[in-house]
């Protein structure tokens, strides 16, 4: 078999938490294209049914919207359940939801520093032990989480201790569970994207006045795309992946060379 058929997920199943938008929708259209049935999981409904709809009309796959608060652990188990029955198993996930909450560490509350690490570090423990307790007894799978190159970097000039800090967590908790689970089929990776142009950054009120300055810092001088992060999510999802765990893809256009 060549490597493009290697690279191809069918027969597979997988989801895609905040998966309604933005990079969680690219990676979901990317994984159903190259063969997969899929979940776009999300806690706004009503994106992501419309997402599904757009993505099954478009690859002729089984496309399924669920409802999801991933910081609630028995909303996650639900969802991951429902994934299961629904599209008969799970091979590979994506665990992507997440904010950013841009405040002087000074003037933080503890309440937005705690929202902001619930969001994006401990949904992702919930989400990555949940589908793993399923594939370690279902004969293994992939688990691809977001990071960010704020995991890697301090950047500037807007304040967010709280989202950098939750995103060098979900790297290392990557790497614990790709070593605890190596043996036994569960392969687990992160992505780091730079500043990709999603709601996120583009409908921001805060972050989107600081572009032209991001830009002027990046070596490509541009935000990257969703689009520009599926090849290396498909590429984790499937076999051919098969020795690659517990590593951190930075994909940045360079942003964190210097
Ligand atoms: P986005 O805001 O466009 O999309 C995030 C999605 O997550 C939304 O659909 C939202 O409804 C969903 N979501 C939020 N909280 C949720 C919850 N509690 N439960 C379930 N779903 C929830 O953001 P994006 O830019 O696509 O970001 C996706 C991921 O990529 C995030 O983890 C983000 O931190 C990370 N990231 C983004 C950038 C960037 O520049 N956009 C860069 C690096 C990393």
Redesign the pocket.
């Given at each position: 078999m060549g490597i493009i058929e290697k690279m191809r997920l069918d027969g597979k199943k997988g989801f895609v938490?905040?998966?309604?938008?933005?990079?969680?929708?690219a990676t979901a259209t990317a994984f159903a294209e190259a063969g997969a049935d899929i979940a776009i999981?999300?806690?706004?409904l009503e994106?992501?049914e419309q997402t599904a709809k757009e993505i099954a009309e478009l690859t002729g796959r089984k496309v399924i919207a669920v409802k999801?608060?991933?910081?609630v652990e028995s909303?996650v188990q639900a969802m991951v359940d429902t994934v299961v029955n629904e599209l008969g198993g799970l091979d590979f996930c994506h665990a992507?939801?997440?904010?950013?909450i841009n405040e002087a560490a000074e003037t933080m509350t503890y309440e937005q520093w705690l929202r902001n690490i619930n969001?994006?570090l401990n949904?992702v423990f919930l989400t990555d032990t949940i589908a793993g307790r399923y594939m370690l007894a279902h004969g293994g799978g992939s688990i691809i989480n977001?990071?960010?190159?704020?995991a890697h970097i301090v950047n500037v000039p807007q304040p967010q201790c709280a989202?950098n800090a939750s995103?060098a967590g979900v790297i290392q908790l990557t790497k614990s569970l790709a070593v605890e689970w190596a043996k036994r089929g569960v392969r687990v990776n992160s992505i780091?994207?730079?500043?990709?142009?999603?709601?996120?950054?583009l409908?921001s009120e805060t972050l989107k006045p600081l572009i032209a300055q991001w830009n002027a810092m990046a070596p490509m001088g541009r935000?990257?795309t969703?689009e520009e992060l599926q090849a290396v999510c498909v590429y984790l999802a499937g076999d051919a992946a098969g020795f690659t765990t517990g590593s951190d893809f930075i994909v940045d256009g360079a942003f964190t060379c210097f």
């Open positions: 938490t905040g998966g309604a938008r933005g990079i969680g929708k999981v999300d806690i706004d994106t992501a999801c608060d991933v910081t909303d992507n939801a997440g904010i950013c969001v994006n949904s977001t990071a960010s190159m704020s989202y995103k780091s994207p730079g500043y990709i142009g999603t709601d996120l950054t409908s935000l990257g969703p």
